[in-house]
């Protein structure tokens, strides 16, 4: 028997998403597999420590081997690299650390030529502070038009010595940042809502908008596919920058709370700026990084004149518990459907451990990414893996004198970071830094323990983590019964989730303590050994 669910309100019909009508469900990214590269940690190609852009295209094979659709690149642009480049000095270049733009022009060559397209960041909420911008407005003084491009306010109390309200910093401490005027006293305060490196932008200025125009034509001309839009619920702020009515320090998630920092409605005339200029580049895809949990507003950024794609967090943020997954997928669903878009998924990125290690670690968070993996592939949509997921890579602890994540100074070293998920990729070799470089020196340390866990290690094995990310991939590529846009509940014993795809394909997790009986079908796949035909705990089988 099974439960027919419609867009997770339990009331009958199948859930369904991404079915607007207008040639959005044709595109190539509707149901694409975008490989995420974090390019300090992929490959180093000219032994400084630090992967490049050279270093991606060397690795062009292996990328292709995965069954990919396309890459997502994390910031390449001119940048100090105060936030690892999420602090853009100069959007319209690449970085010297990363090649140059000659590297980029390579790159994408090379993926074109393998049939992968390639998608940058874009980082509109704020720039560098060594930005020209930003330099010129320092230089300029208050009540200038150069400050007018950035949040500049005066304190407030005696002698201006208190910020301007009471906002935090994502990384930790104040939202604010006095300065020294030109006369060398303390002046005016500026916002940045991460690290005092990164001044908010004015979007109320339209030369802000003006510029972006400029940077996405430049890229976009030049043969990129797409971008990932960075902190794309935020940009707009609050008329009158009110107070936060509860201190939420760490938090980029807009939630029940109002926070006044996140998901301003004047974001979405952004938004709508934005996909004029992607209009005009029919195969462009945008993808906001939109932690808003609220189903209704979540779909707002998904509406025809906005994002293409929105990374929905619910999957991600779920426990390895069935309710807690069936309810992030519903919710999910029920978000892009309600907007009539196609879905995205994600277990991983830059900014969260990694997933065996949010399962639990060791052998079970492994199973549990994997089964994890399978639950994500089998449903309707767009799909992002993470450098190095493929590979089963767990996060690593580092010795505080390794820490380069700008969190754990802005945090008064109370938080660690996110370095613990950007530890460059292993490739070969016994010992670190299992050839990631030359350099024995890498701008974070691999650990000795992940001999094991090498590309060429896993390369040959069928029993590898590479063999199995490989196989679903390409079944989820070739295989019929992935298509179509609806799941439907299947009834499954308790502390597992069983869905069937319009097409035809049967997806049961056990996130159990027993094994289960599988339904009828042929397995397909699995992501552990079965027991005497049954599904173990920790695992989840395919079935057509
Ligand atoms: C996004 C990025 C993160 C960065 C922040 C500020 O959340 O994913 O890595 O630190 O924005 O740009």
Same mark, same amino acid.
């Given at each position: 028997?099974?439960?027919?669910?419609?867009?997770?309100?339990?009331?009958?019909?199948?859930?369904?998403?991404?079915?607007?009508?207008?040639?959005?469900?044709?595109?190539?990214?509707?149901?694409?597999?975008? =490989?995420? !590269?974090?390019?300090?940690?992929?490959? %180093?190609?000219?032994?400084? &420590?630090? *992967?490049? @852009? +050279?270093?991606? $295209?060397?690795?062009?094979?292996?990328?292709?081997?995965?069954?990919?659709?396309?890459?997502?690149?994390?910031?390449?642009?001119?940048?100090?690299?105060?936030?690892?480049? =999420?602090? !853009?000095?100069?959007?319209?270049?690449? %970085?010297?650390?990363?090649? &140059?733009? *000659?590297? @980029? +022009?390579?790159? $994408?060559?090379?993926?074109?030529?393998?049939?992968?397209?390639?998608?940058?960041?874009?980082?509109?909420?704020?720039?560098?502070?060594?930005?020209?911008?930003?330099?010129?407005?320092?230089?300029?003084?208050?009540?200038?038009?150069?400050?007018?491009?950035?949040?500049?306010?005066?304190?407030?109390?005696?002698?201006?010595?208190?910020?301007?309200?009471?906002?935090?910093?994502?990384?930790?401490?104040?939202?604010?940042?006095?300065?020294?005027?030109?006369?060398?006293?303390?002046?005016?305060?500026?916002?940045?809502?991460?690290?005092?490196?990164?001044?908010?932008?004015?979007?109320?200025?339209?030369?802000?908008?003006?510029?972006?125009?400029?940077?996405?034509?430049?890229?976009?001309?030049?043969?990129?596919?797409?971008?990932?839009?960075?902190?794309?619920?935020?940009?707009?702020?609050?008329?009158?920058?009110?107070?936060?009515?509860?201190?939420?320090?760490?938090?980029?998630?807009?939630?029940?709370?109002?926070?006044?920092?996140?998901?301003?409605?004047?974001?979405?005339?952004?938004?709508?700026?934005?996909?004029?200029?992607?209009?005009?580049?029919?195969?462009?895809?945008?993808?906001?990084?939109?932690?808003?949990?609220?189903?209704?507003?979540?779909?707002?950024?998904?509406?025809?004149?906005?994002?293409?794609?929105?990374?929905?967090?619910?999957?991600?943020?779920?426990?390895?518990?069935?309710?807690?997954?069936?309810?992030?997928?519903?919710?999910?669903?029920?978000?892009?459907?309600?907007?009539?878009?196609?879905?995205?998924?994600?277990?991983?990125?830059?900014?969260?451990?990694?997933?065996?290690?949010?399962?639990?670690?060791?052998?079970?968070?492994?199973?549990?990414?994997?089964?994890?993996?399978?639950?994500?592939?089998?449903?309707?949509?767009?799909?992002?893996?993470?450098?190095?997921?493929?590979?089963?890579?767990?996060?690593?602890?580092?010795?505080?004198?390794?820490?380069?994540?700008?969190?754990?100074?802005?945090?008064?070293?109370?938080?660690?970071?996110?370095?613990?998920?950007?530890?460059?990729?292993?490739?070969?070799?016994?010992?670190?830094?299992?050839?990631?470089?030359?350099?024995?020196?890498?701008?974070?340390?691999?650990?000795?323990?992940?001999?094991?866990?090498?590309?060429?290690?896993?390369?040959?094995?069928?029993?590898?983590?590479?063999?199995?990310?490989?196989?679903?991939?390409?079944?989820?590529?070739?295989?019929?019964?992935?298509?179509?846009?609806?799941?439907?509940?299947?009834?499954?014993?308790?502390?597992?989730?069983?869905?069937?795809?319009?097409?035809?394909?049967?997806?049961?997790?056990?996130?159990?303590?027993?094994?289960?009986?599988?339904?009828?079908?042929?397995?397909?796949?699995?992501?552990?050994?079965?027991?005497?035909?049954?599904?173990?705990?920790?695992?989840?089988?395919?079935?057509?």
């Amino acid at each position: 028997m099974s439960e027919n669910i419609e867009a997770g309100s339990r009331s009958g019909g199948d859930i369904e998403a991404g079915s607007r009508s207008g040639g959005d469900i044709e595109a190539w990214w509707s149901r694409a597999l975008f =490989y995420q !590269v974090y390019p300090r940690s992929f490959y %180093d190609s000219n032994g400084d &420590g630090f *992967g490049d @852009l +050279d270093g991606v $295209t060397a690795k062009m094979g292996y990328i292709a081997s995965l069954g990919v659709d396309a890459i997502w690149l994390n910031p390449v642009m001119v940048s100090p690299m105060a936030d690892n480049g =999420y602090d !853009v000095a100069d959007p319209r270049d690449v %970085d010297p650390l990363f090649g &140059g733009i *000659g590297a @980029l +022009d390579r790159l $994408t060559d090379a993926a074109h030529a393998a049939g992968i397209k390639v998608t940058m960041d874009l980082v509109p909420n704020h720039t560098s502070s060594a930005h020209p911008w930003f330099q010129a407005a320092l230089a300029a003084g208050p009540g200038s038009d150069a400050r007018e491009r950035y949040i500049f306010r005066d304190g407030v109390g005696p002698g201006g010595t208190q910020p301007p309200n009471n906002w935090v910093s994502i990384f930790g401490g104040p939202a604010w940042s006095r300065i020294d005027e030109a006369d060398g006293n303390p002046g005016q305060w500026y916002l940045h809502l991460f690290d005092a490196e990164q001044p908010d932008l004015n979007w109320d200025n339209p030369e802000v908008f003006e510029d972006l125009e400029k940077t996405l034509r430049f890229w976009l001309e030049r043969g990129i596919d797409g971008f990932r839009i960075d902190v794309a619920h935020g940009m707009a702020k609050p008329p009158g920058l009110p107070d936060m009515a509860a201190i939420k320090a760490e938090v980029l998630l807009a939630d029940i709370d109002d926070d006044p920092r996140f998901n301003n409605d004047g974001v979405h005339d952004i938004h709508r700026q934005i996909r004029q200029v992607f209009d005009d580049y029919a195969n462009a895809v945008a993808i906001g990084e939109v932690w808003v949990y609220d189903n209704e507003q979540f779909a707002q950024y998904l509406r025809p004149d906005e994002l293409h794609l929105a990374f929905n967090f619910r999957l991600l943020r779920a426990e390895f518990d069935a309710e807690d997954i069936r309810g992030a997928i519903e919710n999910s669903l029920t978000a892009a459907h309600i907007a009539d878009a196609t879905p995205s998924w994600t277990l991983a990125n830059h900014d969260v451990d990694r997933a065996p290690t949010r399962y639990g670690g060791g052998d079970a968070g492994l199973d549990r990414a994997k089964a994890m993996t399978m639950a994500m592939l089998a449903l309707p949509g767009a799909v992002f893996i993470y450098n190095g997921e493929e590979l089963g890579l767990p996060n690593v602890d580092l010795p505080d004198e390794a820490l380069r994540d700008p969190v754990w100074e802005r945090s008064g070293h109370t938080r660690r970071g996110r370095d613990a998920s950007r530890i460059p990729v292993p490739w070969d070799g016994d010992a670190p830094p299992f050839g990631f470089s030359d350099n024995p020196d890498t701008w974070l340390p691999l650990p000795a323990d992940w001999a094991a866990l090498t590309v060429e290690k896993q390369d040959d094995d069928p029993a590898s983590a590479l063999a199995f990310y490989r196989r679903a991939i390409e079944l989820r590529c070739r295989r019929g019964e992935f298509e179509g846009s609806t799941i439907e509940w299947l009834d499954s014993p308790a502390d597992t989730i069983a869905f069937r795809r319009d097409g035809g394909l049967v997806c049961v997790l056990n996130a159990g303590t027993r094994a289960i009986a599988l339904p009828d079908g042929d397995v397909l796949l699995a992501s552990a050994e079965l027991i005497d035909g049954e599904l173990p705990p920790d695992a989840a089988a395919w079935l057509v």
